[in-house]
């Protein structure tokens, strides 16, 4: 059974940056992509950056292009999300996700077989 823990939110001001980590325990974490999203208040989850089982693919929203980015550790079997400049609309509970192989669309949350609990990042003006 797979489990993936997040990490590392908190309140930030805006303009921040935060690192949030997703450890993944009970399975074979290199083989498979992963993918963080974003729930925010009163709102749909919505996908926020994916990464390949190894590296070679990343995906990002438009609305954080150029301010997150999303590496992996294999070894460590954790993947991270990595916040730079951060805006009071960043505010959300932040999930990560382990993703079917070989699914088309990264950012389809049904592609996505396992899910944390989540973590809050609340980023004031």
């Known amino acids: 059974q797979v489990q993936l823990v997040e990490s590392g939110g908190e309140l930030m001001q805006a303009g921040g940056s935060l690192r949030l980590s997703c450890a993944a325990s009970g399975g074979t974490f290199s083989s498979y992509p992963m993918g963080w999203f974003r729930q925010a208040p009163g709102k749909a989850r919505e996908f926020v950056a994916y990464?390949?089982?190894?590296?070679?693919?990343?995906a990002y929203a438009e609305a954080v292009k150029g301010r997150f980015t999303i590496p992996r550790d294999n070894a460590q079997n954790t993947v991270h999300l990595q916040m730079n400049s951060l805006k009071p609309e960043d505010t959300a509970v932040y999930y990560c996700a382990r993703r079917l192989p070989g699914s088309s669309t990264y950012s389809q949350q049904t592609t996505y077989d396992t899910w944390g609990q989540g973590t809050q990042v609340t980023v004031s003006s």
């Open positions: 990464i390949s089982a190894s590296r070679t693919i990343v």
